[in-house]
Nanobody, 119 residues
């Protein structure tokens, strides 16, 4: 298990941009597939994006494809989520998570960071 801490959330107006960060502890960050999830008020957790160990492969949820970009810096043990063209429906708590496999067995989660997009 790796310790994860999200940051960068906040209030932004529709059409704006925000960059989330997820700092990971330990020296084995590159051993994890990393992902972003979000949960809007009253809704189920939703997959946002995932990135492979080296960052060569990226997968996005349909609702964010073309607007969000996931990236990682293994040297800094940090995961990022660049969010552009934000919409009110993007509002929610965003979590980063770590998985040992590409199958999505995420067993390490951060505390989450709130993103609020106003109309």
């Amino acid at each position: 298990q790796v310790q994860l801490v999200e940051s960068g959330g906040g209030l932004v107006q529709a059409g704006g941009s925000l960059r989330l960060s997820c700092a990971a502890s330990g020296r084995t960050f590159s051993s994890y597939v990393m992902g972003w999830f979000r949960q809007a008020p009253g809704k189920e957790r939703e997959f946002v994006a995932a990135i492979s160990w080296s960052g060569d492969t990226r997968v996005y949820g349909d609702s964010v494809k073309g607007r969000f970009t996931i990236s990682r810096d293994n040297g800094k043990n940090t995961l990022y989520l660049q969010m552009n063209s934000l919409k009110p429906e993007d509002t929610g708590v965003y979590y980063c998570a770590a998985s040992s496999t590409w199958k999505g067995d995420y067993d390490s989660w951060g505390q989450g960071t709130q993103v609020t997009v106003s109309a």
